[in-house]
Nanobody, 124 residues
Framework: QVQLVKSGGGLVQAGGSLRLSCAAS????????MGWFRQAPGKEREFVAG????????YYADSVKGRFTISRDNAKNTVYLQMNSLKPEDTAVYYC?????????????????WGQGTQVTVSS
């Protein structure tokens, strides 16, 4: 069982950068695949990026590929989302999520544990 606590987020101008962090409690963090999702007002929650438990596999939504980087430090029980070249359409509430098992999934329903959302606002 893991619990997730997020940090980061805020307001940034278009073209800027932000880094989100998600710290997990629990001794089995390294056995969980991790994902980042986001939800904009009036839209469904969407997959942003995922990373396997072993760190060897990552996967990104096309909309963020080349701009966002997901990483994790299993020694610190933390997963990160580095967001560069931010666009106004990246504005959303961002969530980290843990999935028991090793494989990345783009489906929100496959994730067991969710952190609290954090607002990211990109101004034009």
């Amino acid at each position: 069982q893991v619990q997730l606590v997020k940090s980061g987020g805020g307001l940034v101008q278009a073209g800027g950068s932000l880094r989100l962090s998600c710290a997990a409690s629990g001794r089995t963090f390294s056995s969980y695949a991790m994902g980042w999702f986001r939800q904009a007002p009036g839209k469904e929650r969407e997959f942003v990026a995922g990373i396997s438990w072993s760190v060897t596999n990552t996967y990104y939504a096309d909309s963020v590929k080349g701009r966002f980087t997901i990483s994790r430090d299993n020694a610190k029980n933390t997963v990160y989302l580095q967001m560069n070249s931010l666009k106004p359409e990246d504005t959303a509430v961002y969530y980290c999520a843990a999935r028991s098992g090793m494989a990345i999934s783009t489906a929100a329903q496959h994730y067991n544990t969710w952190g609290q959302g954090t607002q990211v606002t990109v101004s034009s």
